[in-house]
């Protein structure tokens, strides 16, 4: 099936650093979502692509769709505490008319004050 | 509500017994989706609702789970005899589909299988 590898898994950073994380695949997606996962809360959406090449932003996140459409990648520019969670990258696949989502693992971020 | 709501928050209950969970999605909104994430883990989609169209219940992991999804809008999931191994968050996520199929989800239900 459809995978998404998803890296880093974990980044340690200190307060005011930028961050980056990627996802990857094997298979072509037509819509790249970012979402981030507070700590016993559902997984939020912080970013929508939906073209190649596509770059948006979204206050200090800025995000992009490969080209190829088989990658994406998510910075945060000057890091704070608040942004501490978990990142999940996910394609979306249309097929028939049934929507689905592929997830990756997730990054784990943790800011040091 | 103005989100997606998911009761209970949290569910405690011993193994072998059967646990239901419910998610009600936005309003208007078609399709809707059950996933597992254990703990430290990603999302493991389970099964996906759209319309009056057949269930996809491919990520079912074995055939004590179930779900259904009355009048196109609630949706219960069912785990029954529950074991050890299903200790994980359900998270459920409703999109509106043909539109920019981004996925809203709900707060999760924390089951714990003692």
């Known amino acids: 099936g459809q995978q998404l590898n998803q890296s880093p898994q974990s980044m340690f950073i200190q307060e005011g650093e930028d961050v980056s994380m990627n996802c990857t695949s094997s298979?072509?997606?037509?819509?790249w979502l970012w979402y981030k996962q507070d700590p016993g809360e559902g997984p939020v959406l912080l970013i929508a692509l939906y073209k190649a090449g596509e770059l948006t932003s979204n206050g200090r996140l800025t995000a992009q769709f490969g080209i190829t459409r088989k990658d994406s990648f998510l910075n945060i520019s000057a890091s704070i505490p608040s942004d501490v969670g978990i990142y999940f990258c996910a394609g979306r696949v249309t097929q028939g008319g049934s929507e689905k989502l592929v997830f990756g693992k997730g990054t784990k971020l943790t800011v040091n004050p | 509500g103005a989100g997606v709501s998911q009761s209970p928050s949290n569910k405690v209950t011993e193994k072998g017994k059967d646990v239901e969970l419910r998610c009600d999605p936005i309003s208007g909104h078609t399709a809707l989706y059950w996933y597992r994430q254990s703990l430290g883990q990603g999302l493991e989609f389970l099964i996906y609702?759209?319309?009056?169209?057949?269930?996809?219940k491919s990520g079912l992991p074995s055939d004590r789970f179930s779900a259904e999804r009355t009048g196109g809008s609630v949706s219960t999931l069912t785990i029954q005899r529950t074991q050890q191994e299903d200790s994980a968050v359900y998270l459920c996520?409703?999109?509106?589909?043909?539109?920019?199929?981004?996925?809203?989800f709900g707060p999760g239900t924390r089951l714990t299988v003692l």
């Open positions: 298979s072509i997606f037509n819509t």
């Open positions: 996520a409703s999109s509106l589909v043909g539109g920019p199929g981004t996925q809203y």
């Open positions: 609702f759209q319309g009056n169209s057949a269930p996809d």
